[in-house]
Structure formats: C-alpha cells, structure tokens
C-alpha cells in the first residue's frame, strides 16, 4: 500500500525518509542491547538499503512497459519518475 502513496505523491521524498529513518532506528535498537560496538553499529547502518516494497514485480512492470510503450531503454525506475517519462512518451 505504501508504494502506491508514493508512487502518487509529487514529492514522495518525505515518505522515503520516514521509510529509512524507520529502518535505521529498529536496526539501532536490536543493536544497542545487545551491546555491539559502535563501529560495527555503524557498518551494519551503512549495508542497509532502503525499503523497496514490490521491487522485483515494480522493476518487472516498468521494463516491459519502458520497451513496449516507449520503445526505449534508457530510462531506470525512481521514485515518482513515472510522470516525467510518461510525458516524453513519443
């Protein structure tokens, strides 16, 4: 449900930042009490990646749609890339 808001919202860069600071806090957390050293704290931060609900069927869809609907493959999918790509649509 997530993806779709952001995929919806103009600027979903607050919802992204939400996403990772959630994330890096409940790492935090699990960590903290367990009494591991900061530096590996921070090396078990910086191996996070950002959650990407749906990833593999998103990358799926917006492939097939980039090289069927476009009929070009120079774009990647991003964050609420859709409008501007869509625009340029021959």
């Not at 600027?11 to 994330?23: E, S, T």
């Not at 869809?61 to 501007?84: A, M, Q, T």
Request: hydrophobic share 35%; proline share 8%.
């Amino acid at each position: 449900m997530l993806s779709i808001v952001e995929s919806t919202l103009d600027n979903p860069g607050p919802v992204l930042a939400a996403q990772w600071d959630k994330l890096r806090t409940e790492t935090l957390g699990r960590l903290n009490p367990r009494g591991v050293e900061y530096d590996a704290r921070m090396e078990a931060l910086d191996k996070l990646e950002r959650p990407k609900p749906l990833r593999e069927f998103k990358y799926d869809l917006f492939d097939s749609y980039r090289s069927v609907i476009l009929g070009r493959s120079d774009h990647n999918i991003e964050p609420n890339r859709w409008h501007g790509i869509c625009s340029n649509a021959p």
